[in-house]
């Protein structure tokens, strides 16, 4: 069974950096990956969306601040999260899906069909 696996949360101060790891259970070519967060109770908002051609994708509250990458030929992603603030304060999920990235992939959730059990990222004021 596929599987995702995320790591590197914690707890930071507003302003400092993170870096999240997601790494698959098995290669598994031409996946559209990316990165949900969620805040309790509320709805799970897409962060970014990374395509196999290199298409990256941000939304706008983490625009400039957060970037998504993959190493070539590796089974894993990451979020680098920089300037913090508070309201990053969420749990963070990696996904991806077979399908070729689409604007879809970031704004809904559903578009995703693998998730990882998720990090938690607190970011203090």
């Known amino acids: 069974q596929f599987q995702l696996e995320e790591s590197g949360g914690g707890s930071v101060q507003a302003g400092e950096s993170l870096k999240l790891s997601c790494t698959f259970s098995?290669?598994?070519?031409?996946?559209?990956v990316g990165w949900y967060r969620q805040v309790q109770g509320e709805e799970r908002e897409g962060v970014a969306t990374?395509?196999?051609?290199?298409?990256?994708s941000y939304s706008d509250s983490v625009k400039g601040r957060f970037t998504v990458s993959q190493e070539n030929g590796k089974k894993t992603f990451y979020l680098q999260m920089n300037d913090l603030k508070p309201e990053d304060s969420a749990m963070y999920y990696c996904?991806?899906?077979?399908?070729?990235?689409?604007?879809?992939?970031?704004?809904?959730?559903?578009?995703?069909?693998?998730w990882g059990r998720g990090t938690q990222v607190t970011v203090s004021s």
């Open positions: 996904v991806a899906d077979s399908e070729r990235c689409r604007d879809e992939h970031l704004a809904i959730a559903a578009f995703m069909d693998y």
């Open positions: 098995y290669p598994y070519p031409n996946l559209c």
């Open positions: 990374l395509s196999s051609i290199g298409t990256v």
